[in-house]
Protein backbone atom coordinates (compact mmCIF):
# COMPACT_ATOMS: atom_id res chain seq x y z
CA UNK A 1 0.00 0.00 0.00
CA UNK A 2 0.91 3.41 -0.74
CA UNK A 3 2.04 5.88 1.93
CA UNK A 4 0.95 8.89 0.57
CA UNK A 5 -1.99 8.62 -2.26
CA UNK A 6 -3.43 11.70 -4.35
CA UNK A 7 -6.14 11.62 -6.16
CA UNK A 8 -7.56 14.31 -8.82
CA UNK A 9 -6.59 16.59 -5.92
CA UNK A 10 -8.33 20.12 -7.32
CA UNK A 11 -7.54 23.44 -5.33
CA UNK A 12 -9.67 26.62 -5.79
CA UNK A 13 -8.81 30.16 -4.32
CA UNK A 14 -11.60 32.32 -4.72
CA UNK A 15 -14.96 32.19 -6.29
CA UNK A 16 -16.78 33.00 -9.45
CA UNK A 17 -15.54 35.57 -11.53
CA UNK A 18 -11.92 36.09 -9.38
CA UNK A 19 -11.50 32.06 -8.63
CA UNK A 20 -7.50 30.96 -9.39
CA UNK A 21 -7.33 27.16 -9.97
CA UNK A 22 -3.75 26.42 -8.12
CA UNK A 23 -3.91 22.94 -8.26
CA UNK A 24 -5.83 20.85 -11.34
CA UNK A 25 -6.72 17.42 -10.27
CA UNK A 26 -3.50 16.04 -8.94
CA UNK A 27 -2.81 12.44 -8.79
CA UNK A 28 0.87 11.81 -6.29
CA UNK A 29 1.76 8.38 -4.88
CA UNK A 30 5.01 8.48 -2.67
CA UNK A 31 6.00 5.04 -1.17
CA UNK A 32 6.96 5.00 2.74
CA UNK A 33 10.94 5.54 3.20
CA UNK A 34 11.32 8.26 -0.48
CA UNK A 35 12.72 11.33 -0.53
CA UNK A 36 11.50 13.60 -2.85
CA UNK A 37 11.75 16.75 -4.64
CA UNK A 38 8.61 18.48 -5.43
CA UNK A 39 10.07 21.24 -8.30
CA UNK A 40 8.56 23.58 -10.45
CA UNK A 41 8.47 27.41 -11.17
CA UNK A 42 6.86 29.94 -8.85
CA UNK A 43 2.81 29.63 -9.33
CA UNK A 44 3.01 26.39 -10.64
CA UNK A 45 0.88 25.11 -7.51
CA UNK A 46 3.74 22.83 -5.42
CA UNK A 47 3.72 25.14 -2.44
CA UNK A 48 -0.47 24.75 -2.19
CA UNK A 49 0.60 20.91 -2.88
CA UNK A 50 2.70 20.63 0.07
CA UNK A 51 0.39 22.90 2.55
CA UNK A 52 -2.12 19.98 1.47
CA UNK A 53 0.46 17.29 1.99
CA UNK A 54 1.08 18.69 5.25
CA UNK A 55 -2.54 18.96 6.52
CA UNK A 56 -2.34 22.60 6.63
CA UNK A 57 -4.79 23.30 4.43
CA UNK A 58 -7.32 21.43 2.54
CA UNK A 59 -8.50 20.91 -0.92
CA UNK A 60 -11.40 21.80 -2.74
CA UNK A 61 -12.14 18.49 -3.95
CA UNK A 62 -10.48 15.16 -4.15
CA UNK A 63 -8.87 12.40 -2.07
CA UNK A 64 -5.87 12.10 0.04
CA UNK A 65 -5.14 8.86 1.92
CA UNK A 66 -2.16 9.26 4.50
CA UNK A 67 -0.98 5.78 5.39
CA UNK A 68 -4.64 4.40 4.36
CA UNK A 69 -6.27 7.18 6.71
CA UNK A 70 -8.86 9.66 4.40
CA UNK A 71 -7.35 12.68 5.89
CA UNK A 72 -10.30 14.99 4.50
CA UNK A 73 -12.88 12.96 6.07
CA UNK A 74 -11.11 13.66 9.52
CA UNK A 75 -12.05 16.74 11.46
CA UNK A 76 -10.11 19.49 12.39
CA UNK A 77 -9.01 18.27 16.10
CA UNK A 78 -8.37 14.65 14.16
CA UNK A 79 -6.09 16.24 11.45
CA UNK A 80 -4.44 18.35 14.47
CA UNK A 81 -3.65 14.78 16.40
CA UNK A 82 -2.58 13.57 12.83
CA UNK A 83 0.36 16.49 12.56
CA UNK A 84 0.73 16.24 16.04
CA UNK A 85 1.84 12.73 15.91
CA UNK A 86 3.12 12.04 12.17
CA UNK A 87 4.11 14.95 10.47
CA UNK A 88 7.08 17.01 11.20
CA UNK A 89 7.37 20.87 9.36
CA UNK A 90 10.26 22.60 7.66
CA UNK A 91 9.20 26.05 7.04
CA UNK A 92 11.21 28.42 4.28
CA UNK A 93 10.77 31.20 6.84
CA UNK A 94 11.53 28.63 9.70
CA UNK A 95 8.75 29.62 11.70
CA UNK A 96 10.16 29.83 15.09
CA UNK A 97 8.93 31.29 18.43
CA UNK A 98 10.55 35.02 18.82
CA UNK A 99 12.11 35.61 21.89
CA UNK A 100 12.33 31.54 22.86
CA UNK A 101 15.01 29.46 23.25
CA UNK A 102 16.00 27.10 20.96
CA UNK A 103 15.25 23.96 22.84
CA UNK A 104 11.78 25.35 24.03
CA UNK A 105 11.22 25.64 20.29
CA UNK A 106 11.96 22.11 20.10
CA UNK A 107 9.90 20.96 22.77
CA UNK A 108 6.75 22.68 21.87
CA UNK A 109 5.39 19.71 19.28
CA UNK A 110 6.40 16.61 22.04
CA UNK A 111 4.66 19.36 25.00
CA UNK A 112 1.55 19.37 22.68
CA UNK A 113 2.20 15.30 23.22
CA UNK A 114 2.11 15.44 26.44
CA UNK A 115 5.98 14.19 26.87
CA UNK A 116 7.03 14.15 30.40
CA UNK A 117 10.09 17.29 31.40
CA UNK A 118 12.47 15.20 31.87
CA UNK A 119 12.03 13.08 27.86
CA UNK A 120 11.27 16.07 26.67
CA UNK A 121 14.15 17.65 27.76
CA UNK A 122 16.36 15.16 26.77
CA UNK A 123 14.88 14.16 23.25
CA UNK A 124 15.21 17.84 22.35
CA UNK A 125 18.51 17.68 23.54
CA UNK A 126 19.56 14.98 21.30
CA UNK A 127 17.88 16.72 18.50
CA UNK A 128 19.53 19.51 18.54
CA UNK A 129 22.43 17.28 18.61
CA UNK A 130 21.41 15.60 15.61
CA UNK A 131 21.56 18.64 13.58
CA UNK A 132 24.82 20.35 14.57
CA UNK A 133 23.37 22.43 17.66
CA UNK A 134 24.90 21.25 20.83
CA UNK A 135 25.55 23.72 23.19
CA UNK A 136 22.99 26.42 21.85
CA UNK A 137 20.14 25.31 23.29
CA UNK A 138 19.63 28.21 25.46
CA UNK A 139 20.14 30.75 22.78
CA UNK A 140 17.10 32.29 21.38
CA UNK A 141 15.92 32.51 17.81
CA UNK A 142 17.22 36.78 17.59
CA UNK A 143 20.71 35.10 18.83
CA UNK A 144 20.92 32.25 16.06
CA UNK A 145 22.17 33.10 11.96
CA UNK A 146 19.14 31.83 9.77
CA UNK A 147 21.30 28.60 8.83
CA UNK A 148 21.39 27.61 12.99
CA UNK A 149 17.60 28.89 12.76
CA UNK A 150 16.67 26.66 10.13
CA UNK A 151 18.34 23.72 11.86
CA UNK A 152 16.31 24.55 15.03
CA UNK A 153 13.45 23.97 13.21
CA UNK A 154 14.60 20.79 11.64
CA UNK A 155 15.00 19.57 15.01
CA UNK A 156 11.90 20.69 16.42
CA UNK A 157 10.02 18.85 12.95
CA UNK A 158 12.69 15.34 13.95
CA UNK A 159 12.08 15.50 17.58
CA UNK A 160 8.57 13.78 17.41
CA UNK A 161 9.77 11.42 15.52
CA UNK A 162 7.22 11.49 12.19
CA UNK A 163 6.48 9.64 9.55
CA UNK A 164 6.66 12.15 7.01
CA UNK A 165 8.76 15.60 7.12
CA UNK A 166 7.71 18.26 4.85
CA UNK A 167 10.00 21.05 3.95
CA UNK A 168 9.06 23.72 2.18
CA UNK A 169 11.66 25.54 0.31
CA UNK A 170 14.16 25.19 3.67
CA UNK A 171 17.31 26.16 1.63
CA UNK A 172 15.29 29.30 0.51
CA UNK A 173 16.69 31.61 2.76
CA UNK A 174 19.84 30.76 3.09
CA UNK A 175 23.54 30.95 1.51
CA UNK A 176 25.34 27.84 -0.40
CA UNK A 177 27.08 26.72 2.05
CA UNK A 178 24.73 26.38 4.97
CA UNK A 179 22.30 24.78 2.42
CA UNK A 180 24.41 22.02 1.80
CA UNK A 181 24.47 21.19 5.41
CA UNK A 182 21.04 21.45 5.62
CA UNK A 183 20.39 18.56 3.11
CA UNK A 184 22.89 16.68 4.12
CA UNK A 185 21.14 16.79 7.63
CA UNK A 186 17.88 16.10 5.48
CA UNK A 187 19.74 13.09 3.59
CA UNK A 188 20.95 11.40 6.80
CA UNK A 189 17.15 11.53 8.20
CA UNK A 190 16.10 9.76 5.01
CA UNK A 191 18.69 7.32 5.39
CA UNK A 192 19.46 6.52 8.83
CA UNK A 193 15.92 7.23 10.37
CA UNK A 194 14.11 6.16 6.99
CA UNK A 195 11.93 9.30 7.62
CA UNK A 196 10.05 10.10 4.19
CA UNK A 197 10.90 13.24 3.58
CA UNK A 198 8.90 15.61 1.04
CA UNK A 199 10.93 18.82 0.08
CA UNK A 200 9.73 21.84 -2.45
CA UNK A 201 12.38 23.23 -3.82
CA UNK A 202 13.18 25.65 -6.92
CA UNK A 203 16.74 24.61 -6.99
CA UNK A 204 17.83 21.84 -9.36
CA UNK A 205 21.39 21.85 -7.25
CA UNK A 206 19.08 20.85 -3.80
CA UNK A 207 16.66 18.87 -5.22
CA UNK A 208 19.56 16.40 -6.71
CA UNK A 209 20.19 15.26 -2.58
CA UNK A 210 16.36 13.55 -3.14
CA UNK A 211 16.09 10.29 -4.81
CA UNK A 212 12.63 11.60 -6.91
CA UNK A 213 11.77 14.67 -8.87
CA UNK A 214 8.40 15.39 -9.19
CA UNK A 215 7.70 18.40 -11.68
CA UNK A 216 5.13 20.62 -11.36
CA UNK A 217 3.94 23.09 -13.80
CA UNK A 218 0.60 25.16 -14.39
CA UNK A 219 -1.16 23.14 -11.01
CA UNK A 220 -0.18 19.61 -12.18
CA UNK A 221 2.58 17.78 -12.31
CA UNK A 222 4.46 18.13 -15.82
CA UNK A 223 3.66 16.07 -18.91
CA UNK A 224 0.02 15.65 -16.75
CA UNK A 225 -2.07 17.79 -19.17
CA UNK B 1 -3.97 19.01 29.24
CA UNK B 2 -4.64 22.24 31.63
CA UNK B 3 -1.44 22.10 33.48
CA UNK B 4 0.37 22.82 30.03
CA UNK B 5 -1.89 25.37 29.22
CA UNK B 6 -0.68 27.01 32.68
CA UNK B 7 2.93 26.26 31.45
CA UNK B 8 2.30 27.63 27.92
CA UNK B 9 1.04 30.53 29.39
CA UNK B 10 3.14 31.38 31.80
CA UNK B 11 6.05 31.03 29.28
CA UNK B 12 4.88 33.07 26.97
CA UNK B 13 4.17 35.95 29.79
CA UNK B 14 7.80 36.13 30.60
CA UNK B 15 8.71 35.78 26.61
CA UNK B 16 6.73 39.01 25.76
CA UNK B 17 7.66 40.54 29.22
CA UNK B 18 7.46 44.05 27.90
CA UNK B 19 3.79 43.80 26.10
CA UNK B 20 2.43 41.87 29.20
CA UNK B 21 3.84 45.31 31.56
CA UNK B 22 2.44 47.95 29.28
CA UNK B 23 -0.99 45.55 28.99
CA UNK B 24 -1.20 45.52 32.96
CA UNK B 25 0.33 49.43 33.17
CA UNK B 26 -3.36 50.23 31.36
CA UNK B 27 -5.01 48.69 33.80
CA UNK B 28 -3.22 49.85 36.78
CA UNK B 29 -3.89 53.53 35.67
CA UNK B 30 -7.49 52.54 34.73
CA UNK B 31 -8.20 50.91 38.17
CA UNK B 32 -5.91 52.67 40.02
CA UNK B 33 -7.53 56.43 39.10
CA UNK B 34 -10.93 55.30 39.54
CA UNK B 35 -10.48 54.33 43.09
CA UNK B 36 -8.53 56.89 44.13
CA UNK B 37 -11.07 59.89 42.38
CA UNK B 38 -14.09 57.90 43.74
CA UNK B 39 -12.23 57.33 47.44
CA UNK B 40 -11.03 61.36 47.08
CA UNK B 41 -14.90 62.41 46.24
CA UNK B 42 -16.51 59.88 49.00
CA UNK B 43 -14.30 61.50 51.40
CA UNK B 44 -15.14 65.17 50.60
CA UNK B 45 -18.54 64.56 50.93
CA UNK B 46 -17.97 62.31 54.27
CA UNK B 47 -15.75 66.16 55.65
CA UNK B 48 -18.80 68.38 54.37
CA UNK B 49 -21.35 65.91 55.60
CA UNK B 50 -19.72 66.24 59.36
CA UNK B 51 -18.90 69.74 59.03
CA UNK B 52 -22.69 70.08 58.87
CA UNK B 53 -23.42 67.96 61.20
CA UNK B 54 -21.26 70.12 63.63
CA UNK B 55 -23.27 72.94 63.48
CA UNK B 56 -25.79 70.53 65.43
CA UNK B 57 -28.73 68.69 64.07
CA UNK B 58 -32.08 69.62 63.54
CA UNK B 59 -31.40 73.29 64.24
CA UNK B 60 -33.53 76.46 62.89
CA UNK B 61 -31.96 79.99 62.47
CA UNK B 62 -33.75 82.86 62.72
CA UNK B 63 -32.13 85.33 61.17
CA UNK B 64 -33.22 89.35 60.05
CA UNK B 65 -34.15 89.59 56.42
CA UNK B 66 -32.68 92.34 54.45
CA UNK B 67 -35.49 94.68 53.13
CA UNK B 68 -34.39 97.07 50.73
CA UNK B 69 -35.44 100.62 50.97
CA UNK B 70 -36.36 102.67 47.97
CA UNK B 71 -33.66 104.76 48.68
CA UNK B 72 -30.90 102.03 48.08
CA UNK B 73 -29.80 101.65 51.63
CA UNK B 74 -30.72 98.20 53.47
CA UNK B 75 -32.13 97.96 57.06
CA UNK B 76 -32.51 94.75 59.07
CA UNK B 77 -35.23 94.53 61.73
CA UNK B 78 -33.13 92.60 64.55
CA UNK B 79 -35.20 90.64 67.21
CA UNK B 80 -35.89 91.61 71.06
CA UNK B 81 -35.34 89.76 73.96
CA UNK B 82 -39.31 89.68 74.39
CA UNK B 83 -39.23 87.85 70.94
CA UNK B 84 -37.29 85.34 71.95
CA UNK B 85 -39.10 84.41 74.86
CA UNK B 86 -42.25 84.27 73.50
CA UNK B 87 -40.95 81.84 70.95
CA UNK B 88 -39.35 79.38 74.06
CA UNK B 89 -42.59 79.86 75.88
CA UNK B 90 -44.93 79.35 73.11
CA UNK B 91 -43.20 76.35 70.69
CA UNK B 92 -43.47 73.29 72.37
CA UNK B 93 -41.59 70.83 70.26
CA UNK B 94 -37.90 72.98 71.10
CA UNK B 95 -35.18 72.16 73.32
CA UNK B 96 -33.48 75.17 73.59
CA UNK B 97 -34.09 78.42 72.39
CA UNK B 98 -30.55 80.57 71.81
CA UNK B 99 -30.53 84.10 71.17
CA UNK B 100 -26.91 85.50 70.04
CA UNK B 101 -25.54 88.72 68.70
CA UNK B 102 -21.92 88.69 67.80
CA UNK B 103 -19.30 91.25 66.33
CA UNK B 104 -16.01 91.52 65.16
CA UNK B 105 -13.69 92.55 67.18
CA UNK B 106 -9.93 92.79 68.10
CA UNK B 107 -8.94 90.25 71.49
CA UNK B 108 -5.92 91.24 72.71
CA UNK B 109 -3.76 90.04 75.66
CA UNK B 110 -0.07 90.74 76.18
CA UNK B 111 1.82 91.81 73.13
CA UNK B 112 -0.88 89.50 71.23
CA UNK B 113 -4.10 90.51 69.52
CA UNK B 114 -6.50 88.66 67.24
CA UNK B 115 -9.07 89.64 65.21
CA UNK B 116 -11.96 87.03 66.54
CA UNK B 117 -16.02 87.12 66.45
CA UNK B 118 -17.39 88.20 69.78
CA UNK B 119 -20.73 86.52 70.39
CA UNK B 120 -23.12 87.15 73.28
CA UNK B 121 -24.53 83.99 74.21
CA UNK B 122 -27.21 82.45 77.03
CA UNK B 123 -26.30 78.80 78.27
CA UNK B 124 -28.84 77.35 75.33
CA UNK B 125 -26.02 78.40 73.15
CA UNK B 126 -24.19 75.00 74.44
CA UNK B 127 -27.09 72.84 73.37
CA UNK B 128 -28.29 74.26 70.05
CA UNK B 129 -24.35 74.77 68.76
CA UNK B 130 -23.60 71.29 70.81
CA UNK B 131 -20.39 73.31 72.43
CA UNK B 132 -18.33 70.95 75.10
CA UNK B 133 -15.76 72.62 77.13
CA UNK B 134 -12.01 71.58 76.55
CA UNK B 135 -10.81 73.42 79.76
CA UNK B 136 -12.37 75.50 82.99
CA UNK B 137 -16.40 76.41 82.70
CA UNK B 138 -19.32 77.36 81.44
CA UNK B 139 -20.62 80.61 82.78
CA UNK B 140 -22.72 80.77 86.59
CA UNK B 141 -26.67 81.68 85.92
CA UNK B 142 -25.74 85.17 87.97
CA UNK B 143 -23.01 85.38 85.77
CA UNK B 144 -25.49 85.87 82.87
CA UNK B 145 -28.09 87.28 85.00
CA UNK B 146 -25.76 90.00 86.14
CA UNK B 147 -23.59 90.42 83.20
CA UNK B 148 -20.28 89.72 84.42
CA UNK B 149 -17.19 90.78 82.45
CA UNK B 150 -15.76 86.91 81.78
CA UNK B 151 -15.48 85.24 78.81
CA UNK B 152 -14.64 81.52 77.23
CA UNK B 153 -12.66 81.33 74.23
CA UNK B 154 -12.37 79.18 71.17
CA UNK B 155 -9.06 77.18 70.36
CA UNK B 156 -8.00 79.24 67.77
CA UNK B 157 -8.67 82.39 69.52
CA UNK B 158 -6.57 80.88 72.89
CA UNK B 159 -3.63 79.99 70.35
CA UNK B 160 -3.11 82.81 68.93
CA UNK B 161 -3.26 84.91 72.30
CA UNK B 162 -1.48 82.41 74.69
CA UNK B 163 0.70 80.21 72.50
CA UNK B 164 0.23 77.25 75.04
CA UNK B 165 0.31 78.88 77.75
CA UNK B 166 -3.12 78.23 79.95
CA UNK B 167 -5.76 81.19 79.76
CA UNK B 168 -7.49 80.58 82.74
CA UNK B 169 -7.84 83.15 84.68
CA UNK B 170 -6.14 85.86 82.10
CA UNK B 171 -7.70 89.10 81.21
CA UNK B 172 -8.24 89.79 77.85
CA UNK B 173 -8.80 93.02 76.66
CA UNK B 174 -11.51 92.76 74.08
CA UNK B 175 -13.01 96.43 72.49
CA UNK B 176 -12.79 98.52 75.84
CA UNK B 177 -13.55 95.85 77.90
CA UNK B 178 -11.38 93.46 80.22
CA UNK B 179 -12.45 90.45 81.09
CA UNK B 180 -11.87 87.50 82.90
CA UNK B 181 -11.11 84.45 80.44
CA UNK B 182 -13.15 81.10 82.19
CA UNK B 183 -12.48 78.30 80.04
CA UNK B 184 -11.96 76.87 76.22
CA UNK B 185 -14.07 75.41 73.85
CA UNK B 186 -13.48 72.21 72.36
CA UNK B 187 -12.15 72.45 68.99
CA UNK B 188 -15.22 72.23 66.17
CA UNK B 189 -12.97 72.71 62.89
CA UNK B 190 -14.04 73.98 60.20
CA UNK B 191 -17.29 74.88 59.12
CA UNK B 192 -19.99 73.91 56.35
CA UNK B 193 -18.87 77.09 54.85
CA UNK B 194 -15.03 76.67 55.34
CA UNK B 195 -15.02 79.00 58.23
CA UNK B 196 -13.06 78.36 60.99
CA UNK B 197 -15.49 77.53 63.93
CA UNK B 198 -12.73 77.99 66.68
CA UNK B 199 -12.11 81.59 66.08
CA UNK B 200 -14.11 82.83 68.76
CA UNK B 201 -14.90 84.80 71.50
CA UNK B 202 -18.28 84.38 73.85
CA UNK B 203 -19.77 86.17 76.51
CA UNK B 204 -22.95 86.39 78.37
CA UNK B 205 -25.18 88.07 76.35
CA UNK B 206 -25.80 90.86 79.00
CA UNK B 207 -22.10 91.69 78.85
CA UNK B 208 -21.99 91.53 75.38
CA UNK B 209 -25.27 93.98 74.97
CA UNK B 210 -23.31 96.60 77.54
CA UNK B 211 -19.74 96.29 76.68
CA UNK B 212 -19.24 95.29 73.00
CA UNK B 213 -21.95 96.75 71.03
CA UNK B 214 -23.74 99.07 72.92
CA UNK B 215 -26.79 99.97 71.93
CA UNK B 216 -30.16 101.76 73.31
CA UNK B 217 -32.68 99.96 71.26
CA UNK B 218 -34.63 96.71 72.44
CA UNK B 219 -34.08 95.38 69.35
CA UNK B 220 -30.48 93.82 70.03
CA UNK B 221 -30.17 90.56 69.01
CA UNK B 222 -28.77 89.10 65.85
CA UNK B 223 -30.52 85.76 65.90
CA UNK B 224 -32.18 83.35 67.57
CA UNK B 225 -30.65 79.92 66.90
CA UNK B 226 -33.42 77.19 67.93
CA UNK B 227 -32.69 73.43 68.44
CA UNK B 228 -36.01 71.35 67.67
CA UNK B 229 -36.27 68.21 69.84
CA UNK B 230 -35.40 64.77 68.45
CA UNK B 231 -37.55 63.62 66.41
CA UNK B 232 -39.81 66.54 66.39
CA UNK B 233 -41.03 68.40 62.37
CA UNK B 234 -38.01 70.75 61.77
CA UNK B 235 -40.43 71.79 59.23
CA UNK B 236 -43.50 72.39 61.48
CA UNK B 237 -41.61 74.08 64.41
CA UNK B 238 -40.30 76.34 62.10
CA UNK B 239 -43.94 77.73 60.73
CA UNK B 240 -44.81 78.44 64.42
CA UNK B 241 -42.11 80.05 64.56
CA UNK B 242 -43.14 82.79 61.51
CA UNK B 243 -46.55 82.69 63.33
CA UNK B 244 -45.39 83.74 66.47
CA UNK B 245 -42.92 86.42 64.94
CA UNK B 246 -45.67 88.15 62.15
CA UNK B 247 -47.94 88.24 65.11
CA UNK B 248 -46.00 89.72 67.39
CA UNK B 249 -44.67 92.49 64.36
CA UNK B 250 -48.13 93.23 63.12
CA UNK B 251 -46.96 91.92 59.63
CA UNK B 252 -50.58 92.10 57.56
CA UNK B 253 -51.50 88.89 55.77
CA UNK B 254 -50.04 89.41 52.37
CA UNK B 255 -47.01 91.20 53.61
CA UNK B 256 -43.57 90.05 53.47
CA UNK B 257 -41.65 88.82 56.40
CA UNK B 258 -38.89 91.00 57.96
CA UNK B 259 -37.04 87.70 59.18
CA UNK B 260 -35.91 84.23 57.83
CA UNK B 261 -35.73 81.06 59.04
CA UNK B 262 -32.87 78.96 57.65
CA UNK B 263 -33.31 75.06 58.52
CA UNK B 264 -29.93 73.15 59.09
CA UNK B 265 -31.68 70.10 57.58
CA UNK B 266 -32.54 71.73 54.36
CA UNK B 267 -28.40 73.34 53.82
CA UNK B 268 -27.48 69.63 54.81
CA UNK B 269 -29.60 68.85 52.34
CA UNK B 270 -28.47 71.23 49.30
CA UNK B 271 -24.65 70.45 50.11
CA UNK B 272 -24.67 66.95 50.24
CA UNK B 273 -26.60 67.22 46.80
CA UNK B 274 -24.16 69.29 45.60
CA UNK B 275 -21.06 66.99 46.71
CA UNK B 276 -22.80 63.94 45.17
CA UNK B 277 -22.76 66.04 42.31
CA UNK B 278 -19.11 66.44 42.73
CA UNK B 279 -18.06 62.80 43.44
CA UNK B 280 -20.64 62.13 39.98
CA UNK B 281 -17.76 64.45 38.02
CA UNK B 282 -14.70 63.04 39.98
CA UNK B 283 -16.16 60.03 39.14
CA UNK B 284 -16.85 60.33 35.10
CA UNK B 285 -13.07 62.10 35.10
CA UNK B 286 -11.88 58.33 36.11
CA UNK B 287 -13.88 56.60 33.76
CA UNK B 288 -12.35 58.94 31.33
CA UNK B 289 -9.28 57.22 32.49
CA UNK B 290 -10.39 53.95 32.78
CA UNK B 291 -11.53 53.79 29.08
CA UNK B 292 -8.10 55.47 28.13
CA UNK B 293 -6.40 52.56 29.85
CA UNK B 294 -8.58 50.12 28.28
CA UNK B 295 -8.03 51.51 24.33
CA UNK B 296 -4.53 51.13 25.80
CA UNK B 297 -4.69 47.51 26.51
CA UNK B 298 -6.85 46.89 23.03
CA UNK B 299 -3.97 48.94 21.22
CA UNK B 300 -1.06 46.98 22.89
CA UNK B 301 -2.80 43.72 22.49
CA UNK B 302 -4.03 44.17 18.90
CA UNK B 303 -0.79 45.52 17.57
CA UNK B 304 0.81 42.37 18.51
CA UNK B 305 -2.10 40.56 16.66
CA UNK B 306 0.23 39.86 13.82
CA UNK B 307 3.67 37.93 15.77
CA UNK B 308 0.75 36.24 17.73
CA UNK B 309 -1.34 35.18 14.45
CA UNK B 310 2.05 33.49 13.55
CA UNK B 311 2.42 32.45 17.04
CA UNK B 312 -0.71 30.23 16.65
CA UNK B 313 0.03 29.06 13.18
CA UNK B 314 3.13 27.81 14.29
CA UNK B 315 1.40 25.74 17.33
CA UNK B 316 -1.56 24.37 15.04
CA UNK B 317 1.19 23.22 12.61
CA UNK B 318 3.20 21.07 15.12
CA UNK B 319 -0.16 19.78 16.40
CA UNK B 320 -1.95 22.24 18.83
CA UNK B 321 -5.57 21.77 19.33
CA UNK B 322 -7.61 24.86 18.71
CA UNK B 323 -8.82 24.57 22.42
CA UNK B 324 -5.62 23.84 23.96
CA UNK B 325 -4.51 27.54 21.86
CA UNK B 326 -6.97 29.41 23.23
CA UNK B 327 -6.95 27.71 26.50
CA UNK B 328 -3.27 29.10 26.82
CA UNK B 329 -4.49 32.86 25.45
CA UNK B 330 -7.31 32.82 27.82
CA UNK B 331 -5.09 32.12 31.15
CA UNK B 332 -2.48 34.71 29.84
CA UNK B 333 -4.97 37.65 29.01
CA UNK B 334 -6.31 36.54 32.79
CA UNK B 335 -3.15 36.57 34.51
CA UNK B 336 -1.81 39.89 32.91
CA UNK B 337 -5.20 41.22 33.32
CA UNK B 338 -6.17 40.33 36.80
CA UNK B 339 -2.25 41.09 37.91
CA UNK B 340 -2.72 44.58 37.17
CA UNK B 341 -5.88 44.93 38.43
CA UNK B 342 -4.72 43.62 42.04
CA UNK B 343 -1.92 45.80 41.40
CA UNK B 344 -3.86 48.85 40.43
CA UNK B 345 -6.15 48.22 43.84
CA UNK B 346 -3.33 48.22 46.15
CA UNK B 347 -1.40 51.13 44.68
CA UNK B 348 -4.79 53.50 44.24
CA UNK B 349 -5.22 52.37 48.08
CA UNK B 350 -2.18 54.11 48.99
CA UNK B 351 -2.81 56.63 46.90
CA UNK B 352 -6.01 57.16 48.09
CA UNK B 353 -5.00 57.63 51.77
CA UNK B 354 -1.87 59.61 51.13
CA UNK B 355 -3.66 61.93 49.10
CA UNK B 356 -6.98 61.97 51.54
CA UNK B 357 -4.75 62.94 53.94
CA UNK B 358 -2.87 65.57 51.75
CA UNK B 359 -6.19 67.29 51.46
CA UNK B 360 -7.08 66.90 54.87
CA UNK B 361 -10.35 65.28 54.10
CA UNK B 362 -11.12 61.95 55.77
CA UNK B 363 -10.05 58.52 54.26
CA UNK B 364 -12.95 56.52 52.56
CA UNK B 365 -12.63 53.00 50.55
CA UNK B 366 -15.44 52.14 48.50
CA UNK B 367 -14.21 48.44 47.83
CA UNK B 368 -17.77 48.08 45.09
CA UNK B 369 -15.82 50.63 42.87
CA UNK B 370 -12.85 49.01 43.38
CA UNK B 371 -14.32 45.79 41.93
CA UNK B 372 -16.06 47.34 39.41
CA UNK B 373 -13.31 49.16 37.45
CA UNK B 374 -11.17 45.83 38.52
CA UNK B 375 -13.96 43.66 36.73
CA UNK B 376 -14.52 46.40 33.79
CA UNK B 377 -11.07 46.47 32.95
CA UNK B 378 -9.77 42.44 33.36
CA UNK B 379 -12.50 42.06 30.88
CA UNK B 380 -11.30 44.64 28.31
CA UNK B 381 -7.84 42.52 28.65
CA UNK B 382 -9.21 39.62 28.22
CA UNK B 383 -11.58 40.25 25.72
CA UNK B 384 -8.69 41.85 23.41
CA UNK B 385 -6.32 39.37 24.74
CA UNK B 386 -8.54 36.44 23.51
CA UNK B 387 -10.82 37.31 20.99
CA UNK B 388 -7.94 37.84 18.46
CA UNK B 389 -6.54 34.70 19.33
CA UNK B 390 -9.91 33.22 18.94
CA UNK B 391 -10.01 34.56 15.44
CA UNK B 392 -6.68 33.23 14.50
CA UNK B 393 -7.08 29.90 15.99
CA UNK B 394 -10.08 28.73 13.68
CA UNK B 395 -7.72 29.54 10.29
CA UNK B 396 -6.26 27.32 8.56
CA UNK B 397 -2.69 27.04 10.27
CA UNK B 398 -0.95 27.94 6.83
CA UNK B 399 -3.33 31.14 6.85
CA UNK B 400 -2.22 32.06 10.26
CA UNK B 401 1.35 31.50 9.70
CA UNK B 402 1.00 33.19 6.54
CA UNK B 403 -0.39 35.99 8.59
CA UNK B 404 0.92 39.76 7.31
Not at chain 1, 129 to 154: C, E, F, N, P, Y
Not at chain 2, 69 to 81: L, N, Y
Not at chain 2, 148 to 176: H, M, Q, Y
Not at chain 2, 306 to 327: N, P, Y
Request: some cysteine; aromatic content about 8%; proline content about 3%.
Amino acid sequence: MDFIKLRDIVKVYGSGESAFMALKGVNVDIEAGEFVALMGPSGSGKSTMANILGCLDVATSGKYYFNGVDVFSLSRNETALLRRHYIGFIFQGFNLLPRTTALENVELPLLYRGVPRKTRRAKSLEALDMVGLKGWADHTSAQLSGGQQQRVAIARAIASNPLFLLADEPTGNLDTKRSVEIMEILTALNRDMGITILMVTHEPDMAKYAGREIHFLDGNLAGAQ
Amino acid sequence: MILNAFMLAFRQIRRNLLRAVLTMLGIIIGVGSVIVMISLGNGTTQMVKDQISSLGSNIIMVLPSRSFDPGGGSRSRRFTQREADAIKDRVHSLKAVSPLSSKSVVAKFAQYNTQTQATGITSDYFIVGGWEMAQGREFTDSEYRAGSNVCIIGESVSKALFKGASPLGAKIKVADMICDSVGVLKSKGQGGMGNDQDDVILFPLKTFQRGISPTKSLNNINMIMVSVEDGADSKDAGSQITNILRDMRNIKSGDRDTFEIMDTKEIQETVSSTTRMLTVFLGCIAGVSLLVGGIGIMNIMLVSVTERTKEIGTRLAVGALEKEVLLQFLIESITISSLGGLIGIFLSFFISMGMAKLMSVPFVYDVSIAVIAFIFSAFIGVFFGYLPAKRASQLNPIDALRHE
